[in-house]
């Protein structure tokens, strides 16, 4: 089998830039086949501080900038921010990095609210960013998280890992079940 060769270098061989698109689409329908044949495990992938981490998609209602005004809560913890209203419903909006202990979040241009999928438990959670969406097969998951810098085991279900990539899960729903979470005022 021969070596790929670039797209760009074959910009003057139009023949052979065809049968290379052709090996490359092949090879990606080849793909695609694989992982459906196996299950796909979507998330979210999203940035604190210096660490990358994943929630599941089915845990996730949507992402959305940082609301403003928040209401701030009187009597509550620093770590919640304010309540806003979204579309007519409250929301409170909680800072999840310094909810970790790893100091606030400084606003910024990228700086999101993953807005929680829960019956029960309305809840925004500001990060620094959010990367989009990451799918991978059942086969890259492993039970065992990477260590992390924040400190949020208690939350890790596990990982995926591709290549040298660790990709760590954090559990929506372990976070807002918690009774540490569940306790807001001072």
């Not at 059942?138 to 208690?154: A, G, K, L, M």
């Amino acid at each position: 089998m021969q070596p790929a060769a670039s797209l760009k270098s074959l910009r003057d061989r139009p023949f052979e830039l065809l049968l290379e698109l052709e090996r490359r689409a092949k090879a990606a329908a080849a793909g695609a086949r694989d992982a459906a044949a196996g299950k796909t495990w979507i998330g979210v992938a999203f940035r604190i501080g210096g660490e990358t981490f994943l929630v599941a998609r089915d845990e996730t209602r949507e992402i959305m900038g940082v609301p403003a005004p928040l209401t701030r809560v009187p009597g509550s913890r620093e770590w919640i921010r304010g309540l806003a209203n979204v579309r007519g419903q409250l929301l409170p909006v909680i800072d999840l990095k310094q909810y970790l202990g790893s100091g606030a979040t400084q606003p910024g241009r990228n700086t999101r609210v993953i807005v929680v999928n829960h019956r029960e438990i309305p809840a925004g959670l500001i990060v620094d960013e959010v990367l989009g969406f990451r799918r991978f097969g059942d086969q890259e998951f492993h039970p065992e998280p990477p260590p992390t810098v924040i400190r949020c085991e208690r939350y890790m279900v596990g990982s995926f890992r591709r290549g040298t990539e660790g990709w760590p899960v954090f559990s929506l729903k372990k976070l807002v079940e918690s009774p540490a979470f569940l306790q807001g005022s001072t």
